[in-house]
């Protein structure tokens, strides 16, 4: 299938991705970044699904049940109609997925598939019938599933043949627990369902609606609140690993960690949308992650903060559509990326500015991490983009850097705050020069992705966003109508040029349109008073989400289907943010980030 062709579900520490056909190909308990049950995604049906669908051929039509997480997927074939509704309730004690198939029209054959394949697909489990429900077990994890249709084993796999009739409603639950622990009760699944739909039509109920694009954005914050790590406060970037940026190619990462550089976007997301208990949960787990030595920061944790995020590839799995290799993990974590350092600095002072209150213990890391960044902002390093290759001056660091600096004065100047903020203003004034000096091409008319390089960037474009020019300098102008010219196909936004042949960020191979970039240009047209042609390309860019509105991380322009991670944090945070930009100019995160 398609990567548009998933819906996803998720309970705040999880999520699972159900294909238009029923099939659950997706899966990973008990955490975001735990080892997939269902990984059909990243290979074929027996690396683990759970599939519900008609034995005929069907018509398929699907939805969310209002602003829901829970899906409805309805079947409609010759013989009659059956609905699907898909949920997993919001963690109690152990995560739950539940399904219930149900009978709206005439008499319809079912068939279930459930192929449990624990570690990515590597671990095929002991399967036997207990009081009257089936247990699963592999190494430290069990899966239980209650039913009462009458199940039977074949070949590796539980199968079972069922009829549903109009009025019938036949439930699955299946269970996560570990394996060294008694089985726990299943929930009702009935009542799961109803509660499940009441907690997210309540968490909507707090959402303060932008006046332009209330459903997109709706669907983006849900989207968001489903890749919470509720314990912690944590959003990964993506529910999934390895999904490729070019189909059949290498361009493979695991998306299922938080990366810094998406903090304070998110902050604004949610802050605007009034979800300021979200927005201080992501700020807390911000300063946990990074507390410490700033020489150690990372660009990327684990849910909860973890350091460790070794990749390794897993041979056994032959990719989405043959895209190999197949990661986990990611070696990104120990690349020095200069830009987030000042994202953490922007972010811890942004926080302030929006209200959330913080204690000293922010300001001495703030401190801590300038006083770092002083020392090593001349540094060449990996960039936003994660380059593979050797380091190079990138463009967006140095503002990046910048902005570190201009938020600790700025924290003085406005906030009361206390530090030697004359050499701060020194430093920043140094690297402004630079990045002016050499960083902008005069026979181009644009800055560029790095120090002397020819190559544009659209990081560029969030450089009136950051506060480092004003929107009417004429080389933030030249650069946008540069990047227009040359990275725009089709009315979307390339990150950068990439070929057959390597590229800049070392991997051969080209890729789709990354989809946030769209969104960074109708922010930077929309600051430079050309708000009709930013609201068309936001428009633009929104049609490329599937049939209930999720991104992915890029869109194929060449194959027209979404590509990357899925579905994609920092797609979603900039649908909300753009979408508030034009719909209240003065409240929006770019025209208020960049007055800062």
């Given at each position: 299938m398609n990567i548009e062709d998933y819906a996803v579900i998720g309970d705040t520490h999880s999520v699972a991705l159900v294909g238009r056909n029923g099939s659950i190909d997706w899966l990973c308990l008990p955490r975001f970044d735990s080892g997939a049950c269902f990984a059909a995604l990243l290979g074929e049906p027996d690396h683990g699904r759970f599939a519900l669908h008609p034995a005929a051929e069907a018509r398929i039509e699907r939805r969310y049940q209002g602003e829901s997480l829970v899906l409805e997927t309805v079947f409609h074939t010759h013989e009659g109609s059956v609905r699907l509704v898909d949920a997993m309730p919001v963690r109690g004690t152990h995560p739950n997925v539940v399904r219930i198939v149900e009978g709206v029209s005439g008499a319809v054959e079912m068939r279930l598939e459930l192929v449990i394949r624990f570690d990515y697909g590597s671990v095929v489990p002991w399967v036997r019938k207990l009081d009257g429900r089936l247990l699963a077990i592999g190494g430290p994890d069990a899966l239980v599933l209650s039913t009462p249709v009458e199940t039977r084993g074949a070949g590796m796999t539980t199968v079972a043949t069922f009829t549903v009739r109009a009025g019938d409603r036949v439930p699955f639950v299946l269970t996560w627990h570990p394996s060294h622990e008694p089985s726990p009760r299943s929930v009702e699944a009935p009542r799961a369902i109803d509660e499940t739909k009441s907690w997210w039509r309540a968490w909507v109920a707090r959402h303060r609606p932008p006046s332009l694009y209330r459903g997109p954005v709706t669907r983006s914050l849900l989207t968001l609140k489903a890749l919470t790590y509720a314990p912690t406060g944590g959003i990964v970037a993506a529910g999934t690993t390895s999904l490729p940026e070019t189909i059949g190619g290498r361009r493979n990462w695991d998306y299922r960690y938080c990366w810094l550089r998406d903090a304070t976007f998110t902050l604004y997301a949610l802050m605007h949308a009034g979800y300021t208990e979200e927005a201080k949960a992501w700020r807390d787990w911000l300063l946990r992650a990074v507390a410490g030595d700033p020489s150690k920061l990372q660009t990327v944790y684990g849910p909860a903060g973890e350091r460790r995020l070794e990749e390794l590839p897993l041979e056994w799995l032959p990719g989405y559509e043959g895209s190999r290799p197949v990661r986990v993990g990611n070696r990104a974590s120990r690349q020095l990326q200069l830009d987030v350092y000042g994202e953490v600095l922007d972010a811890l002072h942004q926080s302030r500015r929006m209200g959330l209150r913080s204690d000293r213990t922010a300001w001495a890391v703030q401190r801590a991490i300038g006083d770092w960044l002083e020392s090593r902002w001349q540094e060449p390093d990996h960039g936003l983009w994660e380059v593979?290759?050797?380091?190079?001056?990138?463009?967006?660091?140095?503002?990046?850097?910048?902005?570190?600096?201009?938020?600790?004065?700025?924290?003085?100047?406005?906030?009361?705050?206390?530090?030697?903020?004359?050499?701060?203003?020194?430093?920043?004034?140094?690297?402004?020069?630079?990045?002016?000096?050499?960083?902008?091409?005069?026979?181009?008319?644009?800055?560029?992705?790095?120090?002397?390089?020819?190559?544009?960037?659209?990081?560029?474009?969030?450089?009136?966003?950051?506060?480092?020019?004003?929107?009417?300098?004429?080389?933030?102008?030249?650069?946008?109508?540069?990047?227009?010219?040359?990275?725009?196909?089709?009315?979307?936004?390339?990150?950068?040029?990439?070929?057959?042949?390597?590229?800049?960020?070392?991997?051969?191979?080209?890729?789709?349109?990354?989809?946030?970039?769209?969104?960074?240009?109708?922010?930077?047209?929309?600051?430079?008073?050309?708000?009709?042609?930013?609201?068309?390309?936001?428009?633009?860019?929104?049609?490329?989400?599937?049939?209930?509105?999720?991104?992915?991380?890029?869109?194929d322009l060449e194959r027209r289907r979404l590509v990357g991670n899925f579905p994609q944090a920092f797609s979603h945070v900039a649908v909300i943010n753009s979408a508030r930009s034009l719909s209240h100019h003065a409240e929006g995160a770019a025209p208020h980030r960049s007055t800062t």
């Open positions: 593979r290759n050797p380091r190079l001056q990138f463009v967006h660091s140095k503002v990046m850097a910048w902005v570190g600096l201009d938020r600790l004065v700025k924290a003085v100047e406005q906030q009361g705050l206390d530090g030697p903020v004359d050499r701060w203003r020194r430093v920043r004034a140094e690297i402004h020069e630079q990045i002016c000096r050499h960083g902008f091409d005069a026979s181009l008319g644009s800055f560029t992705q790095s120090y002397g390089s020819k190559v544009l960037d659209a990081s560029l474009l969030l450089m009136p966003v950051l506060g480092f020019l004003p929107p009417e300098d004429p080389r933030i102008r030249g650069t946008i109508t540069a990047i227009e010219r040359n990275l725009v196909r089709d009315g979307f936004v390339l990150r950068y040029t990439t070929s057959d042949d390597e590229n800049v960020d070392g991997i051969r191979g080209r890729e789709g349109a990354f989809i946030a970039c769209s969104f960074w240009l109708v922010d930077a047209l929309a600051l430079t008073g050309r708000r009709d042609e930013a609201r068309t390309m936001f428009e633009r860019a929104l049609s490329v989400a599937n049939d209930v509105g999720l991104l992915s991380e890029e869109y």
